[in-house]
């Protein structure tokens, strides 16, 4: 949200802005409306960026009837007025004209931008971590995750139905810019580490700041299922053995309904042996426990030759080697064989 003080720096400008346009008789009547209607939506928008697309969207928006055709240049000509009165400024880490920061707004975010120029994204893995409180470090990495392409391309297609609706027609013919896939690497400074994901689970969008971000079972989940991505397997460990029983029904939850069988067995070693919980589906999570020489504890990691009787699995974290676990053994002929 923004403050009033913001809003009243914008306001002003933007009366500036008009009164400019409305005095120069060089300005076509079809560029003073609809710049008066974007300037009076960018006063109270409520992200830190617009992208062009969002900007072709606003001009339809203040089109006075849904039939209305665009003149040629029309948007062109607002984007450069609003630009040479700083209303707008184009943001320097995306394409030129992709995305623009706005007049008066505080510096934002790394996630606040990203969420806002990929509309489909979210916050996962360890910036997750640090948003919901699971992790004391500070991470130098963006961690986002958003849909390949096909299917990504699908969503915004239907986004576009959904923002233009009776205008779609004017805003294909008059060549406006689309809702497109911006790739970036770096945001505000920050380097993005980017996963595309059919399955992103479940989050939550946030306000303020206004993000979004995978819910605390998902990144449990993604704990187990990428630990590369949250800090190691070290520090999933130490986070399922600091959090693992304040959150224990939403991570049975979300494991429940969406974790691959390799990875209720991790998740159920690391909450009974680790954890030292004790918990019906913790139980039924045993009958994916299978032999097999290449299941281990961190996917990433060597192959260890200790391992779990319950739960067959290579524990080949060096700080478990020394802790009380479950049915302990040395790794002989019985565990070769497929793993998954």
Known sequence: MQSKHNVCKINVLRTLILHTLTGNKKISKAVIAPAEGIADRLATWERPVVTDYELGALLCAALPAADAAI??????????????????????????????????????????????????????????????????????????????????????????????????????????????????????????????????????????????VAMVGRVFLDMVREPDNCGGMQHVVDAYREYGSQYLSLILDEIDRHGKPIEKVRAGYLLEAVCRIQHPRIDGWKDFAQRGGSRMLDPQGEYAPTFSETWKLSINVPSLLTDGRDGEGQAGEDLAGEGT
Do not use: N
């Open 71 to 212: 003149e040629p240049g029309v948007y062109k000509a607002i984007v450069d007025r609003l630009s040479s009165f700083h209303l707008i400024s184009p943001a320097k880490e995306f394409k030129p004209g992709a995305v623009f920061q706005l007049f008066g707004r505080p510096k934002p975010s790394a996630m606040e931008v990203a969420c806002a120029v990929d509309p489909f994204a979210c916050v996962t893995h360890l910036s997750a971590m640090e948003f919901h409180g699971l992790t004391d470090r500070f991470s130098k990495i963006l961690y986002l995750t958003t849909p390949p392409d096909k299917e990504w391309r699908e969503q915004a297609q239907e986004r576009m139905a959904r923002d233009l609706g009776q205008h779609m027609a004017v805003h294909r013919a008059a060549r406006l810019p689309m809702l497109r896939y911006l790739g970036f690497e770096r945001v505000e400074g920050v380097r993005v580490e980017l996963m595309r994901r059919s399955s992103r689970g479940a989050f939550k969008a946030i306000k303020s700041p206004s993000i979004r």
